[in-house]
């Protein structure tokens, strides 16, 4: 049995978000939960909250423990980039990326 959650549109970058996915990727849901509430990293809050959203649809879905879950993927993709121009000298402007991501969480029970 498993459950997803996905938040998209999310103001971090793909890569900065994928490196807190990396620390919680396999682990039980109840260790996941304490890195992400150690990491000091502001993407290791959007990961928790996904996180939070997966196991609440295991539960909501299927009969089974909090326990018994864990992380089978996490996953981010890009999503719409947001393009400013910052103002330089002489005239010249340069642009600015503003990176979205797609966060992903699959959580599902041991066999």
């Known amino acids: 049995m498993q459950a997803k959650a996905i938040q998209r549109h999310v103001r971090i970058t793909p890569r900065k978000c994928n490196q807190v996915l990396g620390l919680i990727r396999g682990q039980s849901v109840e260790q996941a939960t304490t890195t992400l509430q150690f990491t000091p990293k502001w993407g290791a809050r959007v990961v928790q909250k996904v996180l939070k959203s997966a196991v609440a649809n295991a539960l909501n879905v299927g ?3 909090v326990e018994d879950l864990y992380v089978k993927e ?3 993709g890009a999503g719409p980039t947001m393009k400013r ?5 002489q005239g010249r402007a340069t642009p ?5 991501s797609h966060v992903s969480v699959t959580v599902a029970t041991r066999e």
């Open 74 to 76: 996490a996953v981010v």
């Open 63 to 65: 009969k089974v423990r």
């Open 85 to 89: 121009w910052l103002p330089r000298a």
């Open 96 to 100: 600015l990326l503003k990176r979205t």
